[in-house]
Nanobody, 122 residues
Framework: QVQLVESGGGLVQAGGSLRLSCAAS????????AGWFRQAPGKEREFVAA????????DYADSVKGRFIISRDNAKNTLYLQMNSLKPEDTAVYYC???????????????WGQGTQVTVSS
């Protein structure tokens, strides 16, 4: 079992940048597909970005393409989400997750972090 803990959330003005981190422990994080999801109040949790186990492949929701970058450092057991050109609609609790197998938006994610709040002011 992998345990995940997000950090790096906070308040930022529109147009600004923020980097989220997700630290993994309990199991090796290498070769495990992972992703970032977010949930705004009153809304369904939505996919943001996914990365392959090696870090060689990545996919993004249309809403964040060109603005967000997902990456990982397997030697540090850490997943990252660099968020640029932030918009108020990016405001949400952001969760990192590890996939049971494969990777991508529709992989089965069975391990989740506790979430970190990102608030973008206009």
């Amino acid at each position: 079992q992998v345990q995940l803990v997000e950090s790096g959330g906070g308040l930022v003005q529109a147009g600004g940048s923020l980097r989220l981190s997700c630290a993994a422990s309990g199991r090796t994080f290498s070769n495990i597909g992972a992703g970032w999801f977010r949930q705004a109040p009153g809304k369904e949790r939505e996919f943001v970005a996914a990365i392959s186990g090696s870090g060689g492949g990545a996919d993004y929701a249309d809403s964040v393409k060109g603005r967000f970058i997902i990456s990982r450092d397997n030697a540090k057991n850490t997943l990252y989400l660099q968020m640029n050109s932030l918009k108020p609609e990016d405001t949400a609790v952001y969760y990192c997750a590890a996939a049971r197998g494969g990777w991508g938006q529709y992989a089965v994610y069975d391990t989740w972090g506790q979430g970190t709040q990102v608030t973008v002011s206009s």
